[in-house]
């Protein structure tokens, strides 16, 4: 599907969003220069109207938008760009430009932040502690965790089962990046066996329908 950068004087409206945790990052606009560097680069490309000139989001804070896809509406006259992005995508610090809420995604986030601490490692660093350790060590971590998870909803409040539930689910991340797994791979497995239920009354219509 073409753009039609005629329509609205040359620019589109571009809206940016987490390829990941679907949240929308940033507003921005596109002329045809601007849009062919990005499809060409895959790092998102801008025209700046304040500047008048083409502008690479992260050409000076490195927080560069790396394209995952990009969709152009049925007007063809706005684009939506998924992208991965390398660091906040605010020029105040913020992952967003939108103050819009984030526990709902946090999860997806904390993946984020163990793959980048297997692909750029920080001694210190928890996640790596763990690496360092092998796969046996990470996978007798989330047994444990698995086990004081139980005890806390059995004999234990409802706050220390909230954190042992935490610490379950990031060790098991951490296993899940260990090999080379990600939650979209468990999300399309668990999809692939849930079988929507029928409408109410649905499958007595269609019983219903099978004697006749």
Not at 69 to 87: A, E, F, M, N
Not at 191 to 211: D, F, L, Y
């Amino acid at each position: 599907m073409e753009i039609d950068f005629d329509k609205t004087g040359g620019l589109v409206p571009v809206v940016i969003q987490d390829n990941q945790t679907l949240e929308v990052l940033m507003l921005g606009y596109m002329n045809h220069e601007a849009y062919e560097k990005t499809v060409k680069e895959n790092v998102v490309t801008f025209f700046s109207r304040s500047k008048n000139r083409l502008w690479t989001k992260g050409e000076t804070s490195g927080n560069f938008l790396h394209v995952k896809s990009i969709h152009i509406d049925c007007d063809q006259d706005t684009i939506l760009i998924k992208v991965h992005p390398k660091g906040a995508t605010c020029h105040t610090g913020s992952r967003s430009c939108f103050n819009t809420t984030y526990n709902q995604n946090f999860i997806l986030e904390l993946e984020n932040i163990i793959r980048d601490r297997y692909e750029n490692p920080v001694e210190g660093s928890y996640v790596n502690k763990l690496r360092n350790k092998g796969l046996n060590k990470i996978a007798q971590k989330v047994g444990e965790e698995g086990v004081e998870t139980v005890i806390a909803a059995l004999a234990e409040t409802e706050t220390d089962l909230i954190n042992e539930s935490s610490d379950l689910v990031f060790h098991l991340l951490v296993l899940l990046r260990e090999k080379g797994l990600s939650l979209e791979t468990i999300a399309k497995n668990l999809e692939g066996r849930h079988t929507p239920q029928p409408p109410e009354g649905g499958a007595s219509q269609a019983i219903n329908s099978n004697k006749n």
